[in-house]
């Protein structure tokens, strides 16, 4: 104890211990596991950057940033929803050629609590209310199954794998493994899904004092999505990846319902193109919509945040009409290996902590726990982009909004990016998928239901159709169980249903 006291001492950090006195055993036990992993000086050095950082004043992007800003260079685009057919066949099978060589893996960012989407369990863990009521998890693994398997009959593999690694924090890590062992993994080979744990820090005042969330228990949050690269290295994931034979990782987030994982198309753009760092970005919706934007500053590749451009800056125009700054950010990523390496091994000391100011439960000197109404602490946290200057070979993939990108981040009374909007962006798409492969809709009592091609993010589909990520990846392969078929509303195609379609014995 006087060690410890002492270390607390030279990171200014004593008055952590002040209920020392009241700790039953397992609670003292627990907080002198968490100061152990804490070295002094780093400690120190984590309180005295989060209280500098709050101290300075935002800087005002009159100061220069805006001018300092370029659009995305067209060498260094590729397009999906507007391209060449025969590049984007191209891209398609040499994504497909390096699956199935095994060189690709796949890397999902779930450190996050569900706290602003109202549960108290990980978000991967969540069902918006699809007719199969799978999870995000659930949706996610399957796509990687039946990538695998596109990927083995292109290139005649009995048998292709598609690492799954995904990178929880201290609050996921438990009810993550627990629902894959309860879901038996749903059906990938345990072995070839590895969870790792983000590090955490401690949340701390304005003036620099880590704060205490309960008598022998420190605040802490999660590092942020930029944590990845000193968890990469704590566990010693890389030589993980080195061992199976992965030279490519593509890294999403978790909430996304939408995201196509080991993305074959996205992977063979980048591979063809030499890329050692690469982003999929969608059109911004309007300029005010509040998602970072991809483009280059003081001529490296960055994400800048909505927050940091000024209203003049984010509607400027390009001859064509189009938003100068439209390219949104939307946490979709390509890596190669080496790339990743040397962040880890060299970059990752260089990167700059955000700030984010939060309310945070404490206990005040009478020990008593407060709930604060307004902010009163600051978590330092990094983002998975700020690596992007470092890369020699930089790409952007624009993919349409309505096939890739529908965040859930807020509870069902949010105006946008809900359980609600998830679940219609899902089943919109797949209603599409159904119609271009020659199905027609009817009522439960045989009548059609008018057609739609286009309809706006805020509505229904006039029928409701989901298909198994098991059956299709991307939309293909749908007309042998839809073409000139009459399907009922609501409908639902899954591996079973599908194997009926083909031995005809299908409605």
């Not at 211990?17 to 000086?41: D, H, Q, V």
């Not at 569900?114 to 209310?129: A, C, E, N, Q, S």
């Not at 080496?338 to 955000?354: A, G, N």
């Not at 009548?447 to 229904?460: C, G, L, W």
Request: hydrophobic share 40%; net charge negative; aromatic share 8%.
């Amino acid at each position: 104890m006087e060690a410890l006291r002492v270390r607390l001492e030279r990171a200014g950090q004593r008055p952590l211990l002040r209920f020392w006195a009241e700790l039953g055993p397992a609670e003292r036990e627990a907080l002198l596991g968490t100061l152990g992993a804490l070295e002094p000086e780093q400690l120190a050095e984590h309180c005295r950057r989060a209280a500098q950082a709050c101290a300075r004043p935002p800087r005002p992007c009159a100061e220069g940033l805006d001018g300092r800003m370029e659009p995305l260079p067209p060498e260094a685009l590729g397009s999906v929803g507007g391209g060449d057919p025969a590049a984007l066949q191209r891209w398609e099978e040499e994504g497909l050629r390096q699956i199935a060589q095994g060189k690709v893996a796949a890397l999902l960012l779930a450190g996050g609590q569900g706290t602003r989407l109202g549960v108290p369990y990980p978000k991967g863990m969540f069902d918006v209310g699809l007719p199969s009521h799978k999870t995000l998890y659930q949706i996610q693994a399957e796509r990687i199954r039946k990538v695998e398997q596109l990927a083995g009959r292109k290139f005649g593999r009995s048998r292709c794998l598609v690492p799954w690694y995904i990178m929880t924090s201290e609050f996921t890590l438990g009810p993550t493994e627990k629902f894959f062992r309860d879901h038996h993994y749903f059906n990938l080979d345990e072995s070839n899904v590895i969870l790792f744990e983000q590090r955490m820090l401690p949340a701390v005042t304005f003036d620099g004092k880590v704060i205490l969330e309960e008598k022998g228990k420190i605040a802490m949050a999660p590092d942020g999505n930029g944590g990845l690269y000193r968890a990469l290295g704590d566990h010693k994931i890389l030589e993980d990846m080195k061992r199976r034979g992965v030279q490519f990782v593509h890294v999403y987030c978790v909430d996304n319902i939408l995201v196509k994982m080991a993305d074959p198309v996205f992977i063979g753009f980048c591979v063809s193109r030499g890329a050692d760092c690469g982003a999929k970005v969608v059109e911004k919706a309007s300029p005010a919509e509040p998602v970072g934007v991809v483009c280059r500053l003081d001529g490296a590749f960055r994400v800048v945040e909505y927050s940091e451009i000024v209203a003049e800056t984010a509607e400027k125009r390009s001859p064509d009409g189009r938003l100068a700054y439209w390219a949104g950010n939307i946490c979709n990523h390509f890596f190669s290996l080496d790339f990743l390496r040397e962040v880890v091994e060299q970059f990752e000391s260089q990167l700059t902590p955000h700030v984010a100011i939060k309310k945070v439960p404490y206990v005040d000197e009478g020990g008593r726990r407060v709930e604060p109404p307004e902010p009163n602490g600051i978590k330092l946290e990094k983002f998975v982009f700020d690596v992007f200057p470092f890369a020699k070979n930089f790409v952007a993939l624009e993919v349409p909004r309505e096939e890739e990108f529908s965040p859930l981040k807020n509870a069902a009374t949010a105006a946008r990016d809900t359980p609600a909007t998830a679940r219609r962006s899902l089943l919109s798409q797949h209603y599409r998928w159904a119609l271009q492969a020659g199905g027609r809709f009817v009522t439960g009592a045989g009548e059609p239901i008018p057609e739609k091609e286009s309809f706006s993010q805020d509505e229904e589909p006039p029928a409701v159709c989901e298909i198994s990520p098991l059956v299709s990846y991307f939309g293909e392969g749908l007309e042998k169980y839809m073409q000139g078929k009459n399907l009922q509303s609501p409908f639902l195609l899954d591996e079973r249903k599908a194997e009926l379609f083909s031995l005809g014995e299908a409605e």
